[in-house]
């Protein structure tokens, strides 16, 4: 099972990101430029930057406070509102109703990332609940709450995305600075935040697996809120379960599996149910 | 929790009761398929300053104003101020409600190419000053400060009104002449015509020749009734003639004035 995720993440890491074309156009002027195909006006399920040189699709998280940017600035010129953006909430609904954090486990390419780097000492310390809930003010706070009231035009940002992404770090911002001079002429504070943060995330990850999913992440603070009720899911037979213990070592997010197994934590990468001798554990449709 | 969102909504409400300034008057127009050089043959100065922005980006948010600053300031002194956005149509709405925000006045144009003559743009904020021919002569990268970009059109200003413009204007457009008898003198008064200054100040002393039978050189000093000259032993002549060198400028030009002039005695 494992093999076949670590296939599918990379098979989606490549896909979301297979705009090869700008990539070759960026090398050769040496100046940052995002894709600009169709593909740019649709979300994709997982926090795949944006403005990463290669990425096809958008991030649902930086549409979302986009979105809201403008909500709150057609709110301040007394405009009419445009509903179009709520597509991206219908996507949260969507997809998380479909699989909750299913793809966060599958198809996310910097939660892959944050399993390659956790390989280096495969150490997953238990985090404490307290910690684990920062996601959720992340996301009310930076995704929200900043990019919607912020009553000045000035102060109107993707502020999840300008402060803290990792993601947006890692995919865009360091190979952008790398090759366009300019952007690296116009580096501030901000560049040296979140250089901070990627840097505290990545000395986590030696610590504890998918770190930032399991702290930080606003996209799956959303999915996860999904994970009790989803159509597909992880299903769990009392009946046959020999209370053996094997999932929850295997669990990539320190889940005590019996009793979490449809906690917003559960990334659904399905460790457990391979882990599971006796089959008590499996995905399928909702059962209850 | 129905508390809390009921301050939300509250809070949302009392922001969006701000009022808002009516007579906001801002040009946003498509480049459409037109050229740099199309869009700018439609303005005239020595200085432009163009500005890449974005609705998405807020650093720009805080340079719109500066340009709105500065754009005041320069107002009339052939330098223009234009801002640019790769964005389109559909964004359109959000641009127009931004510089109303902003305060924007200058001209603002949407579906602008990628690329400024020949240089693709890849940060935002971008300002480039390009100076009477069009060329860059200046490229800022980032939050502009206020103060450079001032020196740098004042710098650009200067080197471009130093070259004078020898184009000839319809006699007497930038001064009248007038001279009239006080018993055995003639008072000879130069006047400029508005909005033209003549010579003075920081522009150099205007130079009069009297024909006669002795050319004479005279330097006029500056009165605020213009320039004025008294001649004597001039009670046979009925008109007088001579040359008149001098500068004509406005605030941000200059003419030469080189010519010969002719008055009858009052």
């Known amino acids: 099972m494992k093999k076949i995720r670590h296939a599918v993440q990379l098979i989606f890491a490549i896909l979301l990101n297979s705009d090869f074309f700008n990539v070759i156009k960026i090398l050769i002027s040496g100046k940052a430029r995002v894709s600009a195909t169709v593909m740019k006006n649709i979300c994709v399920p997982g926090l795949n930057c944006y403005s990463c040189p290669s990425a096809l699709g958008a991030c649902p998280i930086g549409a979302l406070q986009f979105y809201l940017n403008d909500v709150s600035l057609k709110i301040q010129l007394k405009e009419k509102l445009n509903f179009a953006g709520l597509y991206i909430l219908g996507f949260f609904g969507f997809t998380g109703i479909l699989g909750g954090r299913l793809f966060c486990g599958w198809v996310c390419p910097f939660g892959a990332l944050q399993e390659l780097i956790n390989r280096i000492t495969k150490k997953n310390v238990t985090l404490p609940n307290l910690l684990e809930k920062g996601r959720f003010v992340i996301l009310a706070v930076f ?37 366009d001079k300019d952007l690296r002429s116009s580096a501030s504070y901000i560049t040296l935040l979140k250089f901070t943060i990627l840097l505290f995330i990545i000395i986590s990850l030696l610590f504890s697996n998918r770190f930032f999913c399991k702290t930080m992440c606003p996209l799956g603070a959303i999915w996860g809120i999904f994970n009790r009720i989803s159509i597909f899911n992880i299903n769990y037979d009392k009946n046959i379960c020999i209370s053996c213990g094997k999932c929850s070592n295997k669990c990539p997010m320190n889940l005590d599996v019996i009793k979490e197994y449809r906690s917003s934590k559960c990334i659904r990468c399905l460790e457990c149910n391979s882990a599971c001798p006796t089959s008590s554990l499996t995905f399928g449709k909702y059962k209850n | 929790m129905k508390h809390g969102i009921a301050v939300i909504f509250f809070v949302l409400f009392v922001f969006s009761c701000k009022s808002k300034n009516e007579s906001h008057i801002v040009t946003i127009n498509s480049m459409a398929d037109r050229t740099f050089e199309a869009v700018l043959s439609e303005y005239q100065y020595d200085v432009a300053v163009i500005n890449y922005f974005a609705t998405y980006c807020s650093p720009c948010k805080k340079e719109l104003p500066l340009m709105e600053k500065l754009n005041s300031e320069f107002k009339d002194k052939r330098v223009v101020f234009l801002s640019f956005t790769t964005e389109t149509e559909a964004m359109e709405p959000s641009i127009r409600g931004m510089m109303k925000l902003l305060g924007v006045t200058y001209p603002v144009y949407y ?52 070259e004078v413009s020898y184009e000839k204007k319809a006699d007497n457009m930038y001064y009248s002449v007038q001279a009239v008898r006080d018993n055995n003198l003639v008072l000879l008064s130069f006047h400029a015509k508005k909005p033209y200054k003549l010579g003075g100040e920081e522009y150099p002393p205007m130079e009069i020749t009297i024909n006669g039978k002795e050319s004479q050189k005279f330097q006029l000093e500056y009165s605020k009734d213009g320039y004025s000259l008294r001649l004597q032993n001039l009670s046979d002549v009925k008109e007088l003639s001579g040359h008149i060198k001098a500068f004509a400028c406005t605030e941000s030009n200059c003419f030469i004035i080189d010519e010969n002039f002719t008055v009858s005695i009052q």
């Not at chain 1, 102060?155 to 992404?165: T, V």
């Not at chain 2, 300002?127 to 980032?142: A, K, M, Q, S």
């Open chain 2, 111 to 162: 579906n602008a190419p990628s690329v400024f003559f020949n240089d693709p743009i890849s940060v935002l904020p971008v300002t480039y000053i390009l100076n009477g021919n069009n060329e860059i002569v200046e490229r800022l990268v980032g939050l502009f400060q206020a103060d450079t970009l001032k020196e740098i059109i004042n710098t650009n200003r200067k080197n471009t009104s130093a």
């Open chain 1, 143 to 179: 995704v929200f709450i900043l990019p919607l009231f912020l009553y000045n035009i000035s102060l109107l940002s993707p502020w999840f995305c300008k402060l803290i992404c990792p993601s947006g770090t890692l995919l865009a911002g360091i190979p952008l600075l790398l090759i």
